[in-house]
């Protein structure tokens, strides 16, 4: 695969189809943890970016049109890189003309952020059907850096919904969470990162992660269960994704502080680590659908 070259942005994995018996490969607002406040969020976000989601504007690509870029972004907070909206088609080579994606902003509020993405593709009859080909996400690089073992809250929430998919959809909504052993790490794909943890919410039309199912499964509070599979991605990063074992979470609402501090330890991530990146959004690899996103919330120290 042709890594693109915002590949600090990107999430690279596979997905792999599943058969019958194979697997083809807010604080409260007077007070604040760091004593001060925002009046439009917690601190883990920032401070909103004047205007940043006011005009509801499209982020758009297009196959064929010759102006439209398959990297795309909306900052949210002041900070730059803190916490950003993307629209990152980072596999467009392997799709026809025609094929398109769109991010919109819907509102940024308080910390409770809406967003949209619509997409459709079509694939060239040589393209992989295994390959994920966007990630529109909404993505949080962390201000100051957070050790595992030094982690305080992980809380986050996010309700979405699916809409207008067509017969021959395949894609997930998913966290999609880097860790790094370098407190100054700046990338993903494997360069600085030492483990990508995913949370599945949803695995539309036989979507399954890459790797093995470890045949153990955790839970994340008394509603979600996940089974959970590991195994290396792209340069040998070492890749643990949880699987949602008997439905389709569309409404998340939970403390992941337990399951990176603890639960997953059996499965090789260090306490020494450090999260670099954590991102939310689908990843499709075929067809077409639109995904609505009606609050997401994020507070991580």
């Not at 049109?65 to 080579?93: C, I, R």
């Not at 509102?107 to 949209?116: A, N």
């Not at 990176?260 to 999260?275: A, P, V």
Request: one cysteine or more; aromatic letters at 12%; charged letters at 20%.
């Amino acid at each position: 695969m042709k890594l693109h070259s915002c590949i600090h942005t990107i999430s690279f994995f596979f997905i792999y189809f599943i058969t019958s018996d194979t697997y083809c490969n807010p604080m409260p607002k007077n007070e604040s943890r760091h004593g001060n406040t925002t009046d439009n969020g917690n601190s883990s976000l920032g401070k909103p970016k004047a205007g940043a989601c006011s005009n509801n504007q499209w982020m758009t690509w297009e196959q064929g049109s010759g102006q439209s870029s398959t990297f795309g972004k909306n900052e949210l907070a002041e900070t730059d890189n803190l916490y950003t909206l993307y629209n990152n088609v980072y596999n467009a080579g392997q799709v026809k003309q025609g094929s398109r994606q769109e991010t919109q902003c819907l509102s940024y509020e308080k910390g409770v952020l809406s967003w949209m993405t619509k997409f459709q593709f079509y694939l060239y009859s040589t393209g992989n059907p295994t390959s994920v080909l966007s990630y529109s996400n909404i993505r949080l690089k962390p201000s100051k850096t957070i050790q595992l073992q030094d982690l305080k809250k992980f809380k986050t929430s996010w309700d979405w919904k699916l809409s207008d998919q067509t017969d021959d959809l395949v894609t997930n909504v998913a966290y999609d969470v880097f860790t790094s052993l370098k407190s100054d790490c700046e990338g993903q794909g494997g360069g600085c990162a030492s483990h990508e943890i995913m949370i599945w919410l949803a695995a539309i039309n036989g979507a399954a992660p890459i790797g093995k199912f470890t045949g153990k499964t955790v839970k994340i509070g008394s509603k979600y269960e996940f089974d959970v599979w590991s195994g290396p991605g792209p340069d040998n990063l070492a890749v643990i994704s949880l699987y949602p074992k008997k439905t389709q979470y569309k409404t998340f609402d939970a403390d992941l502080k337990q399951l990176f501090t603890n639960d997953l330890k059996q499965f090789g991530l260090k306490s020494e680590e450090y999260i670099t990146t954590i991102g939310a959004g689908p990843e499709p690899f075929k067809g077409g659908a639109k995904i609505t996103t009606s609050k997401y919330t994020l507070d991580v120290y």
